[in-house]
């Protein structure tokens, strides 16, 4: 098997939930060895057990919920008491040869357990130390604890411009957490490369209020700068009637997207079946269309309806134009293109078989690969503690004092 691009590099995950197990579990795709901290006298990660997502239970076949096998497969659980000296002390053990340690726990409780950078950089000065939180290590809500929906969502001013006064609306469940986790994985990577350059190790800090920020950055731009908030997207009151949505015969949606419509105008125009329009001196420049735009939304809604969807899109081909299926996650299982670009593998466990999603990136020589599903709670304490020197004696004292499982 071609090894991983991370192959040789160690790390040392002390997550739950989503954000950072769901960054560990692609550097893991990528070849890096995680070893997964996990509480066993809690249950361990939460996402272990399975509950329902809008009422819809994910497979209960699975001993271990599908959804943990997503975000922590290629992972060695090992269950750790931390609330004990000898616990804290194997913790430490690991990080004297690790090379990262990543987590998203509450800063308050990771400084309280003794776990904070300053702490580990006299265990392992080149450690690279990942910390991933809701609003950041500073100012009034260091301390606060963020899912994505709060953090990522609420606060930054996306859930507010998506949302109408009438219609809140909540974001789908993880996509804060699993935007974010690929900004981890490829922080913790540009640490590791800098380390090679330099010999030294650094502290990381990744926050969810941030990277929504960053990703919002036209409507914050333009709050900072010009103290306003671009109105909401109103499709029946667009600018652009080429940067807009409508509906199709089949009742479905298409998403034309042509921001510089000069360029696509005259193509555009023969795809609609109004060659008239391209020298119409209405329509003739992309400022005219602008200010036509009340005329020609309400005519591309009648032109739309009178095909498919899948008309539409082949017209889409056929004249270069750029249009995207609006497409629910049924549509999305069952695409020949996301097949066709390897974003999906079926895998086995408890005899039962399911499709997981491969992580966003591929790599031509060294190619990322799902090599393990997710383990047991707990599953791997003795033949990782046996790799550090820990003998069977060890471990059967360790296990009655209740330090590991």
């Given amino acids: 098997m071609t090894k991983g691009a ?21 550097l893991a795709d990528w070849g ?142 993880g996509l804060g957490d699993n935007q974010v986790a690929p900004c981890i994985a490829g922080a913790v990577s540009a640490a590791l490369y800098a380390r090679e350059k330099t010999g030294i190790g650094q502290k990381v800090e990744v926050n969810l209020f941030h990277f929504a920020v960053f990703g919002a950055a036209f409507d914050i731009g333009a709050a900072l700068n010009m103290g306003v908030n671009i109105p909401k997207t109103d499709r029946t009151r667009v600018s652009n009637f080429m940067w807009n949505v409508y509906k199709t015969k089949d009742d479905k949606w298409i998403m034309f997207v042509m921001p510089q419509t000069d360029l696509f105008w005259d193509r555009f125009c023969k795809a609609i079946g109004n060659p008239e329009w391209e020298h119409d001196e209405r329509f003739n420049s992309h400022m005219k269309r602008v200010e036509q735009n009340m005329f020609l939304i309400p005519e591309m809604d009648k032109i739309a309806a009178t095909k498919t969807a899948d008309e539409w899109d082949q017209v889409a081909k056929d004249f270069d134009i750029v249009l995207g299926r609006v497409q629910t996650p049924l549509d999305v299982a069952n695409d020949q293109q996301a097949y066709e670009n390897g974003f999906f593998e079926e895998v086995e466990v408890d005899g039962y078989k399911f499709k997981m999603i491969h992580s966003p990136v591929t790599f031509s020589e060294t190619p990322g690969t799902i090599r393990t599903l997710a383990p047991e709670l707990g599953q791997d304490t003795e033949t990782v503690l046996m790799d550090y020197g820990y003998s069977w004696d060890d471990l059967s004292a360790l296990k009655e004092q209740g330090v590991i499982i």
Wanted: with cysteine.
């Fill in 6 to 26: 991370l192959e040789g590099v160690k790390i040392i995950e002390m997550g739950h939930f989503l954000l950072v197990p769901t960054a560990t579990a692609m």
């Fill in 32 to 173: 890096a060895e995680v070893i997964k901290i996990e509480n066993f006298k809690m249950g361990g990660d939460a996402v272990r057990f399975p509950v329902p997502i809008e009422g819809v239970m994910p497979p209960q076949e699975l001993k271990i919920s599908m959804w943990f096998h997503y975000f922590n497969r290629n992972k060695k659980s090992v269950g750790i008491d931390l609330k004990t000296e000898k616990g804290k002390e194997i913790l430490f053990k690991l990080i004297e040869t690790a090379d990262v340690f990543t987590t998203n726990f509450d800063a308050g409780a990771i400084e309280k357990q003794g776990l904070d950078y300053e702490t580990l950089k006299k265990i392992n000065p080149k450690l690279i130390y990942c910390q991933a939180t809701g609003y950041g290590t500073k100012g009034p809500d260091k301390y606060k604890p963020g899912f994505d929906y709060a953090a990522w969502w609420a606060r930054s001013g996306m859930m507010d411009r998506i949302s109408t006064d009438e219609d809140p609306r909540p974001q789908r469940a």
